[in-house]
């Protein structure tokens, strides 16, 4: 059965008349008047609250219980609206109601962030949000914006990631003034910015992921800027590898454990970008992808030498004089200028690696050339008698 009474009553009275300047001369209250006034809107705020839930709590239908929390939220909106648009009079400027119009303004502002967390499900998020209610949240949320900005991260990499943040909702917050905001963006900052303060309090990190990063990836912060960042990041652990496969080894591993994280399908920072786990898995793909041919055309270089080797091995021509025999032959080929080159090492390196013997199929050109200054008489004996079968075959030619 709902309830009849009207829950935000003294609320209503209080800034439709009490501190309507066009309707009440607000400087004829006193000081006792405006204490009681202070001390009532603290207690007024817990009671709403209280009547909210029991009467949440009363209703069995979704649609119910849709209808009564739209009717808080905007009503507390229209209360927000024209609390803000009277403090903008002369007649509120003194400090002792000043004071008093904050307080109310706060607690419209708690009673609305109340509505909002509790009861997200029931609320149309896609509405556009009033300009009070923008100006009111926005200062609430620069105010602790700047409470977060003093506290200091112990991992020097968290810091950079928070001052990123920072910046980039500063800069959102600020210039979001006059744009379309939605109430589903300024519940989003919101949810950001306690989940940000919860991980300043903490402050604990073991691994890459378990630091700001796996905050921003669950609360889908899909910043450009801290995305080029995360990348970056990464990209500085792999290249500090020593080789391909161990650079693989470890992009796989970033990949694997991104890939148990979790991140918000609903609420988005920039919602005309795309989920930032969307967008990071793509990239680790693609990374993947890239490595994988990268490797590939490594190992066929490889087998490229090793073939191309043992193809050289296969193709020397053996001959049946010794190293000692054939140097011989190839000093005395140079020196008669029958084999011209530029000096007789480039003739034994060019010939040299072509040759083979019956016992030894690698000749070392070097030692080759080496041993044809030092040559034994039995050398030169055979070198002579092999020259002299070739000449008696041209002979018969």
């Not at 119910?64 to 609206?81: E, N, P």
């Not at 800027?225 to 652990?237: P, R, T």
Request: aromatic share 8%; proline share 1%.
């Amino acid at each position: 059965m709902m309830i009849s009474m009207y829950p935000l009553e003294w609320l209503d009275s209080l800034i439709l008349y009490t501190f309507n300047p066009k309707k009440t001369n607000v400087k004829m209250l006193s000081k006792s008047e405006l204490f009681l006034i202070s001390e009532n809107v603290l207690k007024e705020s817990q009671k709403v609250q209280i009547q909210l839930k029991k009467e949440v709590f009363s209703l069995h239908k979704k649609r119910h219980i849709r209808l009564l929390v739209r009717k808080y939220h905007s009503t507390l909106i229209f209360l927000l609206d024209n609390i803000v648009e009277n403090q903008q009079d002369e007649m509120l400027k003194s400090s002792a109601v000043l004071k008093i119009v904050d307080l109310i303004i706060n607690s419209l502002d708690e009673l609305l962030s109340f509505v909002e967390n509790r009861y997200s499900n029931y609320l149309s998020l896609d509405e556009r949000a009033p300009v009070t209610y923008l100006i009111v949240s926005r200062k609430e949320l620069l105010l602790r914006l700047e409470r977060l900005k003093k506290r200091k991260i112990s991992d020097s990499s968290d810091q950079k990631v928070m001052e990123i943040i920072i910046d980039v909702l500063s800069e959102t917050i600020q210039s979001g003034m006059g744009h379309k905001i939605t109430y589903r963006q300024i519940f989003y900052q919101k949810e950001l910015l306690k989940s940000l303060e919860i991980f300043a309090e903490t402050n604990e990190r073991s691994n890459f992921y378990s630091g700001l990063h796996e905050v921003l990836i669950a609360q889908n912060f899909n910043c450009h800027k801290y995305i080029n960042h995360f990348i970056d990041q990464i990209s500085i652990e792999l290249n500090s590898q020593d080789n391909l496969k161990s650079k693989m080894s470890e992009l796989l591993f970033y990949y694997k454990e991104f890939s148990q994280l979790l991140s918000n399908e609903k609420g988005t920072f920039d919602p005309s970008q795309q989920n930032i786990k969307y967008v990071l898995e793509n990239w680790f793909k693609h990374e993947i992808a890239y490595l994988e041919r990268k490797i590939e055309l490594s190992l066929e270089t490889d087998d490229m030498i090793i073939s191309s080797f043992q193809m050289n091995k296969q193709n020397k021509i053996e001959c049946i004089l010794s190293t000692d025999q054939m140097a011989l032959i190839l000093r005395a080929g140079d020196e008669s200028r029958i084999l011209k080159a530029k000096s007789m090492s480039h003739v034994f390196k060019t010939i040299v690696p072509h040759l083979a013997t019956s016992q030894k199929k690698d000749l070392s050109y070097n030692a080759m050339r080496s041993k044809s200054y030092v040559a034994e008489e039995r050398d030169k004996e055979i070198a002579i008698k092999t020259l002299e079968r070739i000449i008696k075959h041209i002979k018969e030619y």
